[in-house]
Nanobody
Framework: QVQLVESGGGLVQAGGSLRLLCAAS????????ISWFRQAPGKEREFVGG????????YYSDSVKGRFTIVRDDAKNAVFLQMNSLRPEDTAVYYC?????????????????WGQGTQVTVSS
């Protein structure tokens, strides 16, 4: 059974760092993409970044580029989202999602499998 589980969220001060983990299991794809999304209250779910597993290509939204980094751990079959220089506007529930194929897309509708999310709160 497909399972994506996020962890690592919490409360941090502005300017601080946090690392989120997405552990994936049971994905039925020969090639797949894992991406991170976030959703703040009253706002649409937005793309943060993603990685094409087989090709190793990473993509980031303009709002986090240079601050956030996605790192894969093949041995653990997991993806980390390293978040640095956090800002209050980064506060949101962060989700990891998976889709088949090699194309990283920004639309939430392009992803079939989702984790339950983990809350990240950045205080000012």
């Amino acid at each position: 059974q497909v399972q994506l589980v996020e962890s690592g969220g919490g409360l941090v001060q502005a300017g601080g760092s946090l690392r989120l983990l997405c552990a994936a299991s049971g994905l039925p794809f020969s090639s797949y993409v894992i991406s991170w999304f976030r959703q703040a209250p009253g706002k649409e779910r937005e793309f943060v970044g993603g990685i094409a597993w087989s090709g190793g290509s990473n993509y980031y939204s303009d709002s986090v580029k240079g601050r956030f980094t996605i790192v894969r751990d093949d041995a653990k079959n997991a993806v980390f989202l390293q978040m640095n220089s956090l800002r209050p506007e980064d506060t949101a529930v962060y989700y990891c999602a998976a889709r088949g194929g090699r194309a990283v897309v920004a639309a939430p509708s392009g992803y079939e499998y989702w984790g339950q999310g983990t809350q990240v709160t950045v205080s000012s």
